[in-house]
């Protein structure tokens, strides 16, 4: 099952929405909760991260027995230190989006502890493409 949602940059209403869905749908078929709990907490902090740092973009998501596959992409201005940036506690988010409860550099560091695979593809200028596998098992 393919699963295709746009990130409206421009929404904050909307920030979270796509991780919801596939949760819902992931449940539908009958997926284990403590896998269904990884992937909803992955996809939301990248699908987050698009939004605050990539002014939005698309997300990805392949579904199939043995696993779930998830990119999310922006056209940001990309990561400029990725080591730096998976660490716990470094944020680069403005105090505004700070003040609404984001922002506490967490969202790499959770995205990497709640996947079996983490690819992510990024460059100053260039966006970033975030892609994520969680097995069914």
């Known amino acids: 099952m393919k699963l295709?949602?746009?990130?409206?940059?421009?929404?904050f209403d909307m920030a979270g929405e796509a991780s919801s869905s596939v949760k819902k749908?992931?449940?539908?078929?009958g997926v284990s909760p403590p896998v269904i709990?990884?992937?909803?907490?992955?996809?939301?902090?990248?699908?987050?991260?698009?939004?605050?740092?990539?002014?939005?973009?698309?997300?990805?998501?392949?579904?199939?027995s043995g696993q779930i596959k998830i990119v999310i992409s922006d056209s940001g201005?990309?990561?400029?230190d990725l080591s730096l940036a998976m660490q716990e506690g470094w944020s680069t988010a403005s105090e505004?989006?700070?003040?609404?409860g984001f922002g506490a550099g967490m969202g790499l560091p959770n995205?990497?502890?709640?996947?079996?695979?983490l690819e992510i593809i990024t460059a100053p200028g260039q966006g970033?493409?975030?892609?994520m596998v969680v097995y069914i098992k």
Request: overall charge positive; hydrophobic content about 40%.
């Open 4 to 11: 295709d949602f746009i990130i409206d940059g421009n929404n």
């Open 25 to 29: 749908t992931l449940a539908k078929l």
């Open 37 to 64: 709990k990884r992937v909803a907490v992955a996809m939301y902090e990248a699908e987050i991260n698009a939004f605050i740092h990539g002014g939005g973009g698309t997300a990805h998501v392949d579904i199939d």
């Open 77 to 80: 201005k990309g990561i400029e």
């Open 96 to 100: 505004q989006v700070r003040k609404m």
């Open 111 to 117: 995205i990497k502890k709640n996947t079996d695979e």
């Open 128 to 131: 970033t493409k975030v892609k």
